[in-house]
Every structure is written in structure tokens, then in C-alpha cells.
């Protein structure tokens, strides 16, 4: 029995596993280049780095200070696509792209004043120790 011939789907051309991660990178240097609240974070981020450091901070600590500052740039970033995609759509003022922008934007604002109450939990008592002793 003859099968008929199906029209097959477009073949899309994927990238290669390394050209993936140089796809990730540009993405990457387009938001440090393009955002300034990047760069502050990032120089905050290398803040914490350098005082973590000297305050001698536990493995879980540094894990916990890491995953919020993965959060923190992740949202950073996911906050640049939905600004770029909603500036794509319309030129135009339209209330559902300015909710979409703002509720992107926040995403970072909540992520960011959490990220400083786990420094403050990780920090102070390190601080306190360092200051007065203990």
C-alpha cells in the first residue's frame, strides 16, 4: 500500500550548541551595553563580591547571595525583551503596553529590594561581629 505524500514541515535551521551560547552572550552584552540599571547592578553585585570577601562569608551564604543576584540580572534582562517587544508592536501610547512594561519593570524593583533584605540577613551580623566583636 502506497502512503500518499504529506507535505513535511519547513525545515528550520537550528544552531549548534556553541552557537547558542554566543547567541546567549550577545544578548548578555546588548543589556550591559544598552541598560544602565544593568551596570548598576552589576557594580553592586561586584560590591557584594568584594565584601562578601573580606567578611568571610559560609558556602551557603555565597550561595544565597549568588541566586539573588542571578534573579536580580535575570529579571533585568527579561525586562529589556518585554520593553523591545512591546516597542516592536506599537509606537503608539497604549495602556496594555504600558502595564506590560511596568510589570516587567517592577519584576526587577521586587527582585532587587529582596535581594537587599539577603544582604542585610547575611551581611549584619557579619558587620556586627567585625565592629564590635563577639
Not at 514541515?9 to 556553541?18: L, M
Not at 565584601?51 to 551564604?61: S, Y
Not at 512594561?101 to 561581629?129: E, Q, R, T, W, Y
Request: charged share 10%; glycine share 6%.
Amino acid at each position: 500500500m502506497k502512503q500518499a505524500n504529506k507535505p513535511s514541515a519547513p525545515q528550520v535551521k537550528r544552531a549548534t550548541f556553541f552557537k547558542s551560547f554566543y547567541y546567549a552572550w550577545q544578548g548578555i552584552w546588548y543589556v550591559l551595553r544598552t541598560q544602565r540599571n544593568m551596570r548598576v547592578h552589576l557594580l553592586v553585585g561586584i560590591a557584594v563580591v568584594i565584601v562578601g570577601c573580606l567578611l568571610g562569608v559560609t558556602l551557603v551564604e555565597w550561595a544565597c547571595l549568588l541566586t539573588i543576584m542571578a534573579l536580580v540580572y535575570s529579571l533585568e534582562m527579561v525586562n529589556t525583551v518585554a520593553e523591545a517587544i512591546v516597542d516592536m508592536h506599537t509606537l503608539e501610547y497604549h495602556h496594555l503596553a504600558k502595564v506590560a512594561k511596568d510589570a516587567a519593570a517592577g519584576a526587577v524593583l521586587v527582585s532587587a529590594m529582596f535581594s537587599v533584605g539577603v544582604g542585610l540577613v547575611i551581611f549584619l551580623p557579619h558587620l556586627l561581629h567585625w565592629f564590635f566583636g563577639g
